[in-house]
Nanobody, 115 residues
Framework: QVQLVESGGGLVQPGGSLRLSCAAS????????MGWYRQAPKEQRELVAL???????NYADSVKGRFTISRDSAKNTVYLQMNSLKPEDTAVYYC?????????WGQGTQVTVSS
């Protein structure tokens, strides 16, 4: 069973930075794509950033220029560098790995942006 374990969340002031990590129990190149989603209270889960197996990236408009997704294949880890954080970035952030017919999810990590 594939496991995705997120870490790096926490409380940060507006304008601050955090880096989230997602450690996979399997080779990250075995996934068609890996990404980060977030879900705020009473909101639907939404895509934040995605990286495909061939390295293409995709970002939500709301985070373009502020967030960067990257990966380290030697560590089987995907990262989300979040800069210039805003209160509206507050949410639970989930790591996702996609294979042909299956989505795998981590347990989520809370990010709170508040002064």
């Amino acid at each position: 069973q594939v496991q995705l374990v997120e870490s790096g969340g926490g409380l940060v002031q507006p304008g601050g930075s955090l880096r989230l990590s997602c450690a996979a129990s399997d080779r990250i190149f075995s996934f068609v794509a890996m990404g980060w989603y977030r879900q705020a209270p009473k909101e639907q889960r939404e895509l934040v950033a995605l990286i495909t197996s061939n390295g293409r990236t995709n970002y939500a408009d709301s985070v373009k220029g502020r967030f960067t997704i990257s990966r380290d294949s030697a560590k089987n880890t995907v990262y989300l560098q979040m800069n210039s954080l805003k209160p509206e970035d507050t949410a639970v952030y989930y790591c996702n790995g996609k294979r042909a017919a299956t989505d795998y999810w981590g347990q989520g990590t809370q990010v709170t942006v508040s002064s």
